[in-house]
């Protein structure tokens, strides 16, 4: 996530310098805290959240925790992802809906900070999640914004309640009345109310909203926030929380490359939890909030439990187990790759994915120049194929080629970069599949694998004999096409004749004795 980008590199900086110190003395916490209040400054942390923050971690390392750990380093680091999971809200909250159907939900916040936007993308996932909702076009103060909510949810496939056209005309507080009305009625079980915002704070807007919080009594007010309007997120959020009150916060626009305080410092400030979390530009680039997810973001320590559960929702099981199959049979073609590459665009942006991983720090230059339209690129070359070319790609000679470049837009020379890259990718998964280990390119053949090696080199052919006079006898028969088959058969381990029926008992008493030395 581009946000926390530069907060996680000061961080991971400032935990370095801590490694490899048995013990830490209390110029060396000192230090250490200075830098994390530095890094938390610059990226806009309200100043009171801090001091408090820096304070706790402060007085937990030099704590017994810390002194009698057998690594202090990780100890500090846990101290940090600790404090930070408190001022992002400890546990994360869901929604609560109410016992009598519809829920209303309310959403609250400045124009500009993507409310319009993030009500489809609530609409979306609460859909998901099995429930009926229906959109409420109570903004009709902003230009096009019943027309703008109109669209967003033909585009998440939930019904959209606009009696008004909007532009400056229209009472909200009686749409969002008869909305509820039209709920009861409908069945629809969850209401989701878009109001007016304004370009700042103002007597007027926190009136409008709250005769409107007052005339509907919703179940939830969600107040959204751009995550990248730093400090001013703090005094925001406190007059929307003085003049109408909110039960929990939404971050909008948390793929961008601001600082990031308004998240660090929103819930510390108005007690008030983060409940969800807009990454990116599409409706679903949306999730749920978990503060302990979120630090160990921050701290480059990965988000794996999201990646798992997001790759859970979007992958179908049966398919997988089949193409696994494919693999290890040799079967796997074009048209299963097309398939496989629709269902990782489903997951979002791959780049946030990659992000989630532990130590993505470290990869953080490869994410920045991560080409996201590749893969529209290679559904559109697979696309361009017809059904024989995809199962069989063997057939795809020079013309087939040329005409498959011309139909999606691009070169031949990217089309024979997709086949060269399936069918290594292919090899390598079939190695896999079989239980071995593929050889990746640039890196050679990896010890002790099955697939891939090298080729062994031919033995040499020649004597092993220890006596310097019977090898070089044996590399002169060898020389005169003889071969030495009959000449070892008639020996022994020891250099003696072979006897009809096999070894003595004393030679075998002398075998015996010589393994057991």
């Known amino acids: 996530m581009a946000l926390f980008g530069n907060l996680t590199d000061r961080l991971a900086d400032t935990f370095k310098n801590l490694r490899g110190k048995g013990k830490l003395s209390p110029a060396d916490v000192d230090g250490t805290v200075r830098e994390i209040r530095r890094a938390l400054l610059d990226a806009d942390v309200a100043l009171e959240v801090v001091k408090e923050f820096t304070g706790r971690v402060r007085e937990r390392a030099l704590g017994d925790e810390v002194s009698k750990a057998l690594n202090p380093a990780q100890q500090v680091v846990q101290i940090v992802n600790d404090e930070l999971i408190t001022i992002l809200g400890g546990e994360a909250r869901r929604i609560e809906f109410a016992k009598n159907p519809p829920t209303v939900i309310m959403l609250a916040g400045l124009q500009g900070a993507g409310k319009t936007t ?62 509820i009305k039209e709920a009861t009625r409908k069945q629809f079980d969850v209401v989701i109310v878009d109001t007016a915002g304004r370009l700042g704070v103002d007597a007027e807007l926190m009136k409008q909203a709250a005769n409107l919080r007052k005339a509907v009594d919703p179940d939830e007010v969600l107040f959204v926030i751009d995550a990248m309007i730093g400090q001013d997120a703090v005094t925001t959020a406190r007059a929307f929380q003085e003049g109408v009150d909110f039960t929990g916060v939404v971050l909008s626009k948390l793929d961008g490359d601001a600082r990031g305080g308004a998240a660090l410092s929103v819930a510390s400030v108005t007690g008030r939890p983060i409940m969800f979390a807009s990454t990116g530009e599409g409706l679903d680039d949306f999730e749920p909030f978990h503060p302990d997810r979120m ?145 990746i390119p640039g890196m050679g053949p990896i010890p002790g694998q099955k697939f891939g090696g090298a080729k062994a080199l031919p033995k040499k052919k020649g004597s092993k004999s220890g006596n310097p006079a019977k090898r070089a006898a044996e590399n002169a028969a060898l020389a005169a096409g003889e071969s030495l088959k009959p000449a070892a058969a008639a020996g022994s381990g020891f250099g003696l004749g072979a006897k009809p029926g096999g070894p003595s008992e004393e030679e075998l008493a002398s075998l015996q004795k010589f393994l057991g030395r």
């Open 118 to 179: 993030l009500a489809g993308k609530l609409a979306k996932w609460l859909k998901a999640e099995g429930h009926t909702p229906m959109l409420v076009a109570a903004d009709l103060q902003r230009p096009n914004a019943v027309t703008q909510l109109q669209v967003v949810g033909e585009q998440a496939g939930v019904t959209v309640f606009a009696p008004e056209p909007g532009n400056g005309k229209g009472d909200p507080v009686r749409v969002a009345k008869d909305a």
């Open 295 to 439: 630090a160990s973001r921050i701290l480059d320590l990965g988000d794996i439990l999201t990646l798992i559960e997001t790759a859970q929702k979007n992958f179908d099981e049966e398919e997988s187990r089949k193409v696994a199959e494919k693999f290890a049979t040799d079967t796997f073609t074009l048209e299963d790759f097309l398939g496989q590459m629709q269902q990782l665009k489903n997951m979002g942006s791959i780049k946030n994915m990659l992000g989630m991983l532990p130590g993505a720090k470290g990869m953080r230059e490869q994410l920045d120049n991560f080409d996201e339209s590749e893969i529209t690129r290679t559904e559109a070359i697979i696309q361009s194929m017809t059904l024989q070319e995809r199962r069989v790609p063997k057939v795809l000679n020079g013309s087939r080629r040329v005409r498959i470049a011309k139909g999606s837009g691009t070169t031949v020379t990217e089309v024979n970069a997709l086949v060269n890259r399936f069918e290594q990718a292919a090899k390598m998964m079939k190695t896999v599949a079989r239980g071995g280990t593929p050889q």
